[in-house]
C-alpha cells in the first residue's frame, strides 16, 4: 500500500474541516439552546455532545494553527495529529449514542428533534473524522519513512537523497543529511 500522501490531501482536509466547523458550531448552538431553555429537559446528551464539539474545536485548533502558524510549529506533533485524530472517530460516535438512548424516552416536540438533529450532526462529523485520520495516519507514515513532514521545505532534496542510498550495495539505512540553515537575508537574496 502507498504511503505517500498526495497532492490533494491538503485540500480535502482543508475542506473537510470546514464542514466539520459548521457542523461542531452547529451541536454547540443546538446544545447551548437545550440547556438554557426553561421548558425543555436537559439530559447528560446534551452537556455530552457539547463538550464533544468543544473538545473537536480545541483538536481542529491544534491540527490547523500548528501546521499554519510559524510561531506554533514547535508543539506540532503528527503522531499527536494522529492520535487525536482517530480519537474524534470515538468522541462523535459516542456523541451518536447517547443521545440516541435519550431519544426514546422524549416527549415528542422541539426537544425531541432537536435531538435528532445533534445526532445527525454528530454522524456527519463522525464520518467526516474518517479522512481526516486517514489522511494524518499517511503523513505519518511518510513521516516515519522519510524523516521530514510533506510538503515541507527541502522535502525533494531528502527523498532524492535516500533513494540514492538505497540504490546503492550498503546493507546500512538510508542516512539523512541535514540541510545547512541558510540565514533569511541569504534565502531571500538568492531565490
Known amino acids: 500500500m502507498n ?3 498526495s497532492k490533494n490531501d491538503h485540500g480535502i482536509l482543508h475542506i473537510v474541516h ?12 443546538i446544545s447551548a439552546y437545550r440547556m438554557t431553555n426553561k421548558t425543555l429537559i436537559t439530559t447528560r446528551s446534551d452537556t455530552m455532545a457539547m463538550g464533544v464539539a468543544a473538545k473537536a474545536l480545541v483538536i481542529m485548533a491544534y491540527m490547523i494553527w500548528t501546521q499554519r502558524c ?3 510549529k ?3 506533533s503528527i503522531k499527536a495529529s494522529f492520535i487525536l485524530a482517530c480519537t474524534e472517530i470515538i468522541f462523535w460516535a459516542a456523541a451518536i449514542v447517547l443521545p440516541i438512548t435519550t431519544v426514546g424516552r422524549c416527549h415528542p416536540g422541539i426537544g425531541c428533534i ?3 438533529i445533534i445526532i445527525s450532526l454528530a454522524a456527519v462529523n463522525c ?3 474518517l479522512p481526516i485520520a486517514f489522511i494524518t495516519w499517511r503523513y505519518y507514515r511518510y513521516y516515519k519513512q522519510y524523516g521530514v513532514m510533506p510538503g515541507s521545505r527541502g522535502q525533494m532534496e531528502q527523498v532524492n537523497e535516500v533513494r540514492l542510498e538505497e540504490g546503492s550495495d550498503s ?3 538510508p542516512v539523512f543529511f541535514p540541510r545547512p540553515k541558510i540565514p533569511s537575508q541569504l534565502r531571500d537574496a538568492y531565490p
Open 3 to 5: 504511503s505517500m500522501p
Open 18 to 29: 470546514g464542514i466539520q466547523f459548521c457542523n461542531i458550531l452547529g451541536v454547540l448552538g
Open 70 to 72: 510559524q510561531n506554533l
Open 74 to 76: 514547535k508543539w506540532s
Open 114 to 116: 432537536l435531538s435528532y
Open 127 to 129: 464520518v467526516l473524522a
Open 171 to 173: 546493507p546500512h539505512k
